[in-house]
T-cell receptor, first 114, second 115 residues
Framework: DQQVKQNSPSLSVQEGRISILNCDYT??????FLWYKKYPAEGPTFLIS?????DKNEDGRFTVFLNKSAKHLSLHIVPSQPGDSAVYFC?????????????FGKGTKLSVKP | KAGVTQTPRYLIKTRGQQVTLSCSPI?????VSWYQQTPGQGLQFLFE???????NKGNFPGRFSGRQFSNSRSEMNVSTLELGDSALYLC??????????????FGQGTRLTVV
């Protein structure tokens, strides 16, 4: 039973356009969500996070939106750059109780074409 | 500040053998988590250690075990290796201090190949 789902295994976008990566979750106990970016042969790198008390968090070109009623979050990258090409993982945790483990989606491979 | 260090980077083992992987967290971080990444399953949580105690465990067989030392360094052990254990094993550390929402910082991983 997958608690965090990224239904698009891949996404291709033109440089300069917007990239939208989606993530759905099933566990209503999740209250903290993160996006990680991963290049081949490297560990995931933290990108941006959002707490369940917010519906939007922005950091430069990256914005994460959270829709709690739909149990859905999305990552917007504007404008997309070729260096953004990587696998993006959505992750969630239930911080109440601070269990410390993250539940990851299977990732979406983003390709940004020049 | 040094990042999360995992050793070795690459490892080839034979079925039935056992293996130990090492992780040194970021200085001052007390929580260390281990994840397994495979092409079909993505990143799957193995276990988390905090102050030398296993605080949470994922859904993996008992062949997978770990421990954490007083300096927060952690080791992960897999016994009786199977071909399906071939994966990238990632370690992540986080402070788990007063701030409740903190991200985990990952190492580069250990690529284990079982032949």
């Amino acid at each position: 039973d997958q608690q965090v789902k990224q239904n698009s295994p891949s996404l291709s976008v033109q440089e300069g356009r917007i990239s939208i990566l989606n993530c759905d979750y099933t566990n209503s106990m999740f209250d903290y969500f993160l996006w990680y970016k991963k290049y081949p042969a490297e560990g995931p790198t933290f990108l941006i996070s959002i707490s369940s008390i917010k519906d939007k968090n922005e950091d430069g070109r990256f914005t994460v939106f959270l829709n709690k009623s739909a149990k859905h979050l999305s990552l917007h990258i504007v404008p997309s750059q070729p260096g953004d090409s990587a696998v993006y993982f959505c992750a969630a945790s239930a911080q109440r109780g601070s269990q410390g483990n993250l539940i990851f989606g299977k990732g979406t491979k983003l390709s940004v074409k020049p | 500040k040094a990042g999360v260090t995992q050793t070795p980077r690459y490892l080839i083992k034979t079925r039935g053998q056992q293996v130990t992987l090492s992780c040194s967290p970021i200085s001052g971080h007390r929580s260390v988590s281990w994840y397994q990444q495979t092409p079909g399953q993505g990143l799957q949580f193995l276990f988390e250690y905090f102050s030398e105690t296993q605080r949470n465990k994922g859904n993996f067989p008992g062949r997978f075990s770990g421990r954490q030392f007083s300096n927060s360094r952690s080791e992960m052990n897999v016994s009786t290796l199977e071909l399906g254990d071939s994966a990238l094993y990632l370690c992540a550390s986080s402070p788990m201090g007063p701030t409740i929402n903190t991200e985990a910082f990952f190492g580069q991983g250990t690529r284990l190949t079982v032949v």
